[in-house]
């Protein structure tokens, strides 16, 4: 499975005025005209199946997703992660299970049936893994919840730091299960594709994630990382999805990201090493692209204006990158059965 999240909206720059203003939209109206949104989409159906695109990943454009031309990811929201601490929501408020009911109920009912839909993804990137004993003080710190009142019950017992990750860790386990009961519950017939972790999680909370269908974590490097999948295959003999990779070059007043190579033909080279090395491994079964478009010179809401696209704002392609995702796809299923080797040179970097 490998995808490209394709958000035509999500490019904005924001006015003094507060208002938020798509420079990728302006162009594709300037394009297409009118009819520029299902033009768009259309279109974008079509080039996906010419490059060898053959899913729609996360943060994608919902109508696109659900235009039943091409398989798709959904992300599912409602669990108080947002509003939590640290990404960690109040699971011991009597009232917590049943918001989690209620929004399981209203984004997977509907879609239980939807044979575009391969699975749903929890959450993305919770920032308390690693983290744990900032996130028992910011709790002991915090106002008077039934999460900070179970946390002192449970350190009447002892106030150690390994209490403390016991303290969080269980309370994981009671937030995952909860989340996992409640999707199972409203549509039994797709994938629980896990949280997304950025990149590690500790073993203990890959342990408490065994009931995820799909073990997922982005991961920002020349290679996937190894240690995690290592990990994870050990601990839980889950697959595994790449939720988040990318490449940039620091061209066209844009920064090159999180990873970055000399030039266009080196990101090119940069996608297919790892695309094709992640598929050498028999436990990714996916890898999906962050993102379809540039992000705009100007930044967007958080000041990223990242060369990380399949197309720029003008929605014009990368070509190297274009050639180079034809390449792979040719060879991918090869690759991916142990027929084939991946390639083995390595992109040129900044």
């Known amino acids: 499975m490998c995808s490209s999240d394709l958000v035509p909206a999500s490019v904005v720059q924001t006015s003094r005025g507060g208002q938020s203003y798509s420079y990728f939209t302006w162009n594709l109206y300037r394009r297409f005209g009118d009819n520029w949104y299902p033009e768009w989409m259309d279109f974008t159906i079509r080039r996906m199946n010419s490059w060898g695109l053959n899913t729609i990943a996360n943060w994608s454009d919902a109508t696109l997703g659900a235009s039943g031309r ?14 939590g601490l640290m990404g960690m929501p109040d699971v011991y408020d009597p009232a917590w299970t049943a918001m989690v009911d209620e929004a399981a109920r209203e984004q997977c009912s509907y879609r239980k049936n939807d044979p575009w839909l391969l699975g749903y993804f929890i959450g993305n990137e919770p920032p308390w893994p690693h983290r744990e004993q900032e996130l028992v003080n910011e709790i002991l710190s915090g106002s008077e919840t039934h999460l900070k009142s179970q946390l002192k019950k449970f350190l009447e017992s002892g106030d150690t730091e390994e ?23 409203y549509d039994p017939n797709h994938l629980n594709l896990g949280l997304r972790f950025g990149g590690s999680a500790p073993d203990e909370i890959i342990k ?37 990779f990318h490449f940039g070059v620091p061209e066209r007043g844009l920064a090159p990201g999180l990873a970055q190579t000399v030039n266009q033909v080196e990101r090119a080279v940069a996608y297919r090493y790892y695309v094709e090395n992640a598929a050498a491994n028999p436990a990714i079964i996916g890898t999906h692209w962050f993102q379809w478009i540039d992000q705009p010179a100007t930044g967007r809401y958080d000041g990223e204006n990242y060369n990380i696209g399949f197309v720029d704002v003008t929605d014009r392609p990368y070509p190297e990158l274009v050639n180079a995702t034809r390449d792979i796809f040719r060879r991918l299923y090869g690759i991916h059965s142990g027929k084939e080797p991946p390639v083995t040179r390595e992109a040129i970097r900044q």
């Not at 920002?220 to 601990?235: F, H, L, P």
Request: proline content about 3%; overall charge positive; cysteine-free.
């Open 70 to 83: 091409k398989p798709y990811v959904a992300t599912l929201r409602g669990w108080g992660i947002e509003t």
């Open 163 to 185: 209490r403390r990750k016991e303290f969080v860790y269980m309370t994981y386990d009671k937030f995952i299960n909860t989340i996992n009961k409640a999707i199972k519950k």
């Open 208 to 244: 408490a994630s065994k009931g995820f269908d799909v073990f997922s974590f982005n991961s920002y490097g020349y290679t996937a990382s190894q240690g995690i999948i290592k990990r994870v295959t050990e601990i839980t003999g889950q697959p595994m999805i790449i939720g988040e």
